[in-house]
Each structure stands twice: as structure tokens, then as C-alpha cells.
């Protein structure tokens, strides 16, 4: 966790217009000098414009896009969903330190959000990999510890994808499209991912680990995925806010968590069905792990599994799998 990086940063952003000296800073910070420059260049690495150097101050460029803590936290109106916020300016994976600080703290609070401005090894789902450029996107992951059995729990990554469905919505003003289970497309091109990993018992999830994947400012994807994925910002045409979404997120789906803890698994079908072109009516071909499924689909069940209508009339429950195609 890069927290006292983040007070430097957060210092500097206070002082825009100001050279600060080294020596005060690291001061204030409660470091060495040396330890001061190292946090300079780390943040330099990050993309962070600092002009200076140790003898003449330290200045910022440019206002830097950063999910700075100290920025994020006064825009939450949630209770739960992110009052314990780690941050990082480079990590391998959000998911994986989620999964390596549960080994380490089995009390790890439910709604803690881990976020990314990079990651080295981001993970998508089936073993694939996550583009996850700096300052660009949005990479975080959500611990949740739900009191529910595990066969509920792809409802809680419907719930990420609907949460996020209108969070970008809202704030973006771009038509989002849901493809079953959990992408968010824009003009047919994928523009977030989900990743959901579970720790359970036979009859309880202990924590859900949901990794979500939002391609924001980037002005091109690379060329190895450019035709099926693209960006917020090429999507509207503008720049947009990552600290905007990721709050509107928040507070939607804590709004479903709750809503889900009092009344059940209903709102969050309702909206999933509402939102995704792909709940009704739609001729596709899904992956389950261990065949092909093709038919036309005929919405979810009370559980979350997609109804697919098969040739000659019969109706198989899909809970797990990939679109490869579709009409
Ligand atoms: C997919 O394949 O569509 C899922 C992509 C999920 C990517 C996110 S980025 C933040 C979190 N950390 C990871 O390593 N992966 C997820």
C-alpha cells in the first residue's frame, strides 16, 4: 500500500502553485530526505509530473489524474463499501492482494476496495489477461463476506455489472449494453470487465473477491484487441472521470447489497434483465467449460442462470460461462 506516497501527493496537489523545499516536505512526511526522493520518483514513474529537484523544491506540472484516497473518500456517501481503501500506484494484480491480504488477515472488513493506477499482471477471467494501462483505467477490487450459500453468488457479479451499468451511465451519458454474465459493452465493444473469485465452504461463501476492469481515458486499445474492446472516452468523445464513476459505483452497489442482504436476489434481476440486450430473444452460443450451448436466450432464474431455449423446445440453465457468439 502506497498511503504515505499518497500524503506526499496529496501535499503537493494542496500546494499547486507553490515550489515546495525538499527538507520541509520530507519533514512534514516524517522521512528521511532520501526516502522524499525516492517517493518523488516513484510517483514520476507513475506518469505524476513533478518539476524540481532536491535542491530547488518540488512543484506539480499538472493536476495528475490519481484515485488519491484523500480525493475519493469525501465522495463517498456509502456505509460500508469502501471505508477501508488500500491504494497503489503499481501492484500485480488488485485480485491477487486481495487474495494474499485474506491470507494474511482473515478479518479483512467486508466492503474493503483495493485499487490500481497500474497493474503488472492483471487478470481477466479464463486465464486471460487485463490490459491495464497507468492513469488510464480503472482497476479495483471489491471484498465482500455476504451470509449466503455459494450457489448465490454469481448474483453478486450481476449486481457488480448492473452497479456499474449505471454508474457509467449516469456519469457518462454512454449507452451501456450488459452481455451475459457480466461485460459492459459500448457500441458492441467491450468496455469493462469482471472478475469474481470465491472462497467458500460447501454451504457459506467466506469472502467473494470481485475484481472489476473499466477501459476509461484510453485513446486507442492495443492492436490485439482493438476490434472487440474500446474506451469511455472514445466511446463519448471526451475525457472522463474515474473518480466520478468508481463513487457513482459504489453507491449503486451498496444500494443492491442491501437491498439484496432485506428483500432478496429480485431487484437485481430485474435491472440485470432491464439493462442487457442479451436477456431475451437473443440466438447465441456460450462456453460453459466443457461444451457449446447454442439457442436463444429467455431470461434469468431466480438464481441468476441464463435461460437458453435450445432447438427443439427444451430449456438448459446456464450458470457459468462465455458468450462466443452472438446475433
Ligand atoms: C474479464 O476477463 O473480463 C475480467 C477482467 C477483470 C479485470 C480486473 S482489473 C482489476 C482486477 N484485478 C485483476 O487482476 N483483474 C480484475
Redesign the pocket.
Known amino acids: 500500500m502506497d498511503r504515505k506516497i499518497d500524503e506526499l501527493l496529496f501535499a503537493l496537489m494542496q500546494n499547486m502553485t507553490i515550489t515546495m523545499s525538499g527538507e520541509k516536505l520530507a519533514r512534514d512526511l516524517g522521512v528521511s530526505h532520501s526516502t522524499l526522493i525516492r517517493w518523488i520518483e516513484k510517483l514520476r514513474e507513475a506518469g505524476v509530473e513533478i518539476r524540481g529537484e532536491p535542491f530547488t523544491g518540488f512543484r506539480l506540472a499538472r493536476l495528475p489524474d490519481v484515485m488519491l484516497p484523500q480525493l475519493i473518500r469525501p465522495r463517498l456517501r456509502s456505509q460500508l463499501l469502501g471505508r477501508h481503501l488500500y491504494h497503489f500506484y503499481k501492484v500485480d494484480?488488485?485480485?491477487?492482494f486481495a487474495s494474499r491480504l485474506l491470507e494474511h488477515d482473515r478479518r479483512v472488513a467486508d466492503g474493503t476496495i483495493i485499487l490500481?493506477e497500474s497493474?503488472t499482471?492483471?487478470?481477466?477471467?479464463?486465464g486471460?489477461s487485463?490490459h491495464?494501462e497507468p492513469e488510464t483505467g480503472l482497476?479495483?477490487?471489491v471484498v465482500l463476506r455476504p451470509k449466503v450459500p455459494p450457489s448465490l453468488a454469481p448474483l453478486f457479479t450481476l449486481a457488480t455489472a448492473v452497479a456499474m451499468h449505471n454508474a457509467i451511465e449516469r456519469d457518462t451519458r454512454v449507452d451501456v449494453d450488459i452481455k451475459w454474465p457480466n461485460?459492459l459493452l459500448a457500441g458492441g465493444k467491450?468496455i469493462c470487465?469482471?472478475?469474481a473469485e470465491i472462497q467458500a465452504e460447501v454451504d457459506m461463501v467466506k469472502t467473494l473477491i470481485i475484481?472489476?476492469?473499466v477501459n476509461v481515458n484510453h485513446r486507442q486499445l492495443p492492436d490485439d484487441i482493438s476490434d472487440r474492446a474500446t474506451s469511455l472516452r472514445i466511446a463519448s468523445g471526451r475525457i472522463q472521470s474515474r473518480i466520478e464513476i468508481f463513487a457513482e459505483f459504489v453507491e449503486e452497489f451498496e444500494g443492491l447489497y442491501r437491498q439484496f442482504e432485506q428483500s432478496g436476489p429480485a431487484n437485481i434481476i430485474e435491472q440485470w434483465t432491464r439493462h442487457s440486450s442479451f436477456a431475451q430473444g437473443r440466438k447465441i452460443e456460450i462456453n460453459d467449460g466443457v461444451r457449446m450451448v447454442s439457442g436463444v436466450t429467455r431470461g434469468l432464474n431466480p438464481l441468476g442462470a441464463l435461460r437458453v431455449e435450445q432447438k427443439g423446445g427444451q430449456v438448459e440453465e446456464i450458470y457459468t460461462g462465455d458468450v462466443v457468439r452472438w446475433e
Open positions: 494484480s488488485t485480485n491477487a490500481a497493474q499482471a492483471g487478470r481477466g477471467r479464463l486471460r487485463w491495464s482497476y479495483f477490487t461485460d467491450k470487465g469482471i472478475l475484481g472489476v476492469g
